[in-house]
């Protein structure tokens, strides 16, 4: 019995070692036999099965960024004042406004073009806690402005499904946008909560099933638009289920087309350029607001970027009132540190509100700012601007006057 055993155990593993090799010579045999069979048939249900784990693990991936972020806004909305019927709106728990639990969101859009104030607009608007920033949706267009159809039709849907969070369905550009976003990060990255996700989780950032369920997850939700004017986005305001606040944001031509004089995007593309495409805009989006002012009074508004500037803790209040939101701690602490002349001394990377609509004063030459003067007449007179006759006037005159939308 003692010796048995390692004998046994001998041949058995002798018996093993055979079996082995005929598996293998058996194995060779059928595998060069059958490799193509085994390569059409075998290796899709192979990757398909690796693919389909991929996919398990994007799809937890998503899931888990999803209920932290949700977690992270009810915390951060814990404390917040809701309007409970103030401002007419009728809001009083988070939930009335999470689109993923049936809600509306509060939605704001401000409608301007480029170089006109509406990053510091915009920034004031998301300093608010909860807010998803849908910043420059229609980006993809290209340096152009959007009129009417056939474009504006495509540039409303893709604003709406926005707005809905439906990024999965961006008209007939499906994914442009986010394909855009890719190659071109400032798509995303001043939407502060979804970059802050996009930083840690680089492969989910642009997958339209995840910035979808992101977004539905925000009680607020604003939006910047550069490139459509006021007569095509009238379609927003028309309907009434999407609860749109919308801002025309105006601003002198002339410290608009100086700023963009700073951009290499800008030059050669006229709509961005060109003073008097510039200005015939801002006759056409004037006559446009005295309609929609009477139309729409308690969800349209029209502000300067200059008057904004100058007394911001006045009109970020108005606004906010205008919104039906509550004037939060965050927004106070966004224009005390961004407003204010002795911030952060000379190296501050906060700019000068007060002073950056007004750079244009000393930059252009009396010249520019002549030709500018010249085709922009109207636009000035409606929207209140006043003409500097000579280069000394220019430097120390006070370029505003009001404005009358009830004309
Ligand atoms: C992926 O997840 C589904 C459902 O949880 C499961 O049925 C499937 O087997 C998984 N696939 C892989 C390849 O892990
Ligand atoms: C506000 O909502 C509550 C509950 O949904 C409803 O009973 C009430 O009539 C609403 N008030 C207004 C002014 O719409
Ligand atoms: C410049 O314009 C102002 C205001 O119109 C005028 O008072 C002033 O005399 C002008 N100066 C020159 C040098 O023409």
Redesign the pocket.
């Known amino acids: 019995m003692i010796s048995t055993g390692p004998r046994m155990s001998k041949r058995l593993s002798f018996y093993g070692l055979v079996g082995l090799a005929s598996l293998c010579i058996f194995f060779l045999a059928f595998n060069q036999r059958y490799s193509s069979y085994l390569e059409h048939r075998l290796q899709p249900v192979i990757s398909a099965y690796f693919r389909g784990s991929i996919e398990n693990v994007t799809l937890t991936e998503i899931q888990e960024v999803v209920d932290q972020q949700r977690k992270a806004i009810e915390r951060e909305m814990e404390d917040y004042k809701y309007p409970n019927?103030r401002y007419?709106v009728?809001v009083?728990k988070l939930e009335?406004l999470v689109l993923e639990k049936g809600g509306r969101p509060m939605r704001s859009v401000i409608l301007t073009s480029w170089r006109s104030g509406s990053t510091f607009f915009g920034d004031v608007i998301n300093a608010h806690p909860a807010n998803f920033y849908h910043y420059e949706p229609l980006l993809d267009f290209g340096i152009v402005q959007i009129r009417g159809p056939p474009l504006a039709d495509e540039a409303l849907r893709n604003l709406e499904a926005l707005l809905k969070c439906d990024f999965s369905n961006l008209g007939r550009f499906s994914n442009r946008y986010l394909d855009y976003g890719k190659t071109h990060p400032w798509v995303f990255n001043h939407n502060t909560h979804l970059w802050k996700q996009c930083q840690i989780h680089k492969k989910i950032c642009w997958d339209p099933r995840f910035v979808s369920k992101f977004c539905k997850l925000f009680p607020f939700q604003s939006m910047k638009v550069v490139r459509l004017r006021l007569r095509a986005a009238e379609k927003l305001l028309e309907q009434e289920d999407l609860g749109i606040r919308l801002v025309l944001l105006i601003r002198d031509p002339r410290g608009i087309l100086q700023s963009r004089k700073h951009r290499e995007w800008c030059p050669t593309k006229p709509d961005c350029s060109d003073p008097a495409l510039v200005c015939a805009d801002m006759v056409s989006d004037f006559s446009a607001a005295v309609r929609l002012i009477k139309k729409y009074p308690r969800t349209f508004r029209v502000i300067r970027y200059e008057d904004l500037s100058v007394d911001p803790y006045r009109h970020v209040r108005e606004l906010y009132n205008f919104y039906g939101l509550d004037f939060h701690v965050n927004v106070k602490k966004f224009l005390d540190t961004h407003t204010k002349n002795d911030v952060g001394g000379v190296s501050s990377t906060f700019r000068n509100s007060k002073v950056a609509p007004f750079h244009w004063r000393t930059d252009l030459d009396f010249e520019e700012v002549d030709e500018i003067q010249r085709v922009c007449a109207a636009a000035m007179r409606l929207w209140g601007y006043v003409m500097a006759s000579n280069s000394s006037h220019q430097k120390d005159f006070d370029p505003l006057t009001d404005y009358q939308l009830q004309l």
Request: aromatic share 0%.
């Open positions: 019927g007419g009728n009083s009335d």
